[in-house]
């Protein structure tokens, strides 16, 4: 059992690691700059080689993920926006390998409606361009790019297995990129997965489209929005349209349960807490029971 959660991060990192000791998480994810600002925070190495040391020696907290600003949209056709969100992801992964984190995840961006045939190469392009041009990661660091499943609303990229993946197969596979999946997302574009039978075949699906060994974490979200809603609307675990029941078939599921579940809930308003986190560890015995 890993429980997880998304902390502040901060311009040490390290104190990070104590956020989530003291919710009580065993794995953690931050925000490596500000989500809503294109500036990047710049970090001295000691700083992050202090985190990278810290976090190696932790006695509880095995796993960081970085989470790329919310600005970036690959899929843009506006140069400029795309010619930033490049760079902020190349700068984004650059820390995150530096810190030694376990990935970095990242939502695509929206075609806008231009459509995902039409985006793809610039998709592909700017993930290329961010994998080569970033900093190289520290000996026996693996820091893929994860790709998250969308929601579906507004034209966002991968919004079903299919388009994500076209992404990696039109990058020939590059083991540098890996997949997030975000339970409140799945549901929200239309994936129920709310049995043993629904999660054995989106579980297959993956597999088959992707590769169950590129799936690194999953973000432990319920849903305000009903399935197939297209909305991006996490809730605290039981208190949304999938609620417990829904969510045990899945983060119980032998090929998932070992790894690391980050929450994103709201908690009262300012991210998870440490009940938080209690209500994962029942729902994970809840759902890890299904299977005995």
Known sequence: MNIGAHVRGGGKLVPSLEAGVEIGATSIQVFVQSPRMWKPTQYAPEVLANYREAAAA????????????????????DDELYEKSVAALTHNLSVARGMGASGVVLHVGSHKGGGFDEALERVTT?????????????????????????????????????????IIGALEGDSRLGLCVDTQHLWASGVNYASIEGTVQVLEEIDSRVGLDRLRCLHLNDSKVDLGANRDRHANLGEGT??????????????????????????????????????????????????S
């Open 242 to 291: 999938i609620g417990v029941d829904g969510l045990a078939p899945l983060v119980g599921h032998p090929r998932v349960r070992d790894l690391p579940l980050l929450l994103e809930v709201p908690g009262e308003g300012d991210g998870p807490r440490a009940s938080d986190v209690l209500d994962a560890t029942r729902l994970w015995e809840a759902g890890v029971a299904l299977y």
């Open 58 to 77: 932790h006695p509880s907290v095995t796993h960081t993920f970085a989470h790329a600003t919310y600005l970036i949209n690959l899929a843009s056709s």
């Open 126 to 166: 700017g993930l290329r361009r961010a994998l080569d041009d970033a900093t190289e990661a520290p000996a026996g660091v693996d820091c893929p790019i994860l790709i998250e499943n969308a929601a579906g609303a507004g034209g966002t990229v991968g919004r079903d297995l299919a388009e994500i993946e076209a």
